[in-house]
């Protein structure tokens, strides 16, 4: 039996959250919302310095500070931000999940489930399309670093021209997107680089996934 000061307390803890889930029309088990399952330095959900208990939910900006990193779970997806990171995640008025979001600044690396269809990331240069993908994005004003490392998604330039190129990756190909200007936005083939295959394991074991069928670590 757990002392009353314990159990009261245990009490509180659930009456808050699911007062929360219920503010937010989520589900009792808040499927689309999730507490922060790793973090470390400073992180910021809202402008509110966030705790291991902060609920991270649609519609939510999470900013990191210099050598901080955070990781979350909002449904089937997982999200690892890097330092100096801002990510606004976005969603349709009438859904509770994270159909799109904007990586402002920094790095993003994720693994996202195929139940609830495609996402879309904007970032400075290009707005990528993805399905039931691991990526990793390091973004800047003029560059975004973009590594499908397994799925598909579809790279749309933001210039005059929009280019579009699709990406079918079984393991790991990397693009760097450069802007020239309005009109002119370059779509390179890179090395891949900044992250690494035990993150991606580590990710989607986090939502009871191993990376796609194809997907051959060379560290495994």
């Known amino acids: 039996m ?19 889930t219920t503010l937010l029309g989520l589900m009792p088990e808040f499927s689309y919302a999730s507490v922060i399952r790793t973090m470390q330095g400073q992180v910021w959900v809202n402008s509110v ?6 609920l991270i939910k649609p519609g939510d900006i999470v900013k990191t ?31 509770s999940i994270v159909n799109a979001m904007r ?6 690396l994720g693994v996202f489930g195929k139940r609830h269809g495609n996402r879309v990331i904007e970032t400075q240069t290009a707005t990528i399309g993805i399905r039931g993908t691991g990526l990793f994005l390091e973004t ?18 933001h210039d005059s021209n929009r280019q579009i190129k699709p990406v079918n990756a079984a393991y790991h190909k ?20 900044a992250h690494t295959d035990d993150e991606l394991y580590y990710l989607e074991s986090l939502v009871g996934r191993q990376p796609s ?6 560290s495994n």
């Open 2 to 20: 757990m002392p009353n000061d314990q159990l009261n307390a245990s009490r509180r803890h659930f009456l808050a959250i699911s007062a929360s």
């Open 49 to 54: 310095l966030a705790t291991l208990n902060t």
């Open 65 to 95: 500070g210099a050598n901080s990193q955070v990781i979350f779970v909002i449904g089937d997806d997982v999200y690892k931000l890097g330092a100096r990171s801002i990510l606004r995640l976005r969603y349709n008025p009438g859904f």
């Open 103 to 108: 990586l402002i600044s920094g790095s993003l």
């Open 140 to 157: 800047n004003p003029n560059n975004t670093y973009f590594c499908t490392c397994y799925g598909d998604t579809e790279i749309i330039s």
């Open 174 to 193: 990397a693009y760097s997107i450069s802007r020239h200007d309005a009109h002119n936005t370059a779509i390179a083939s890179d090395i891949m680089k």
């Open 213 to 218: 069928a194809g997907f051959k670590s060379k």
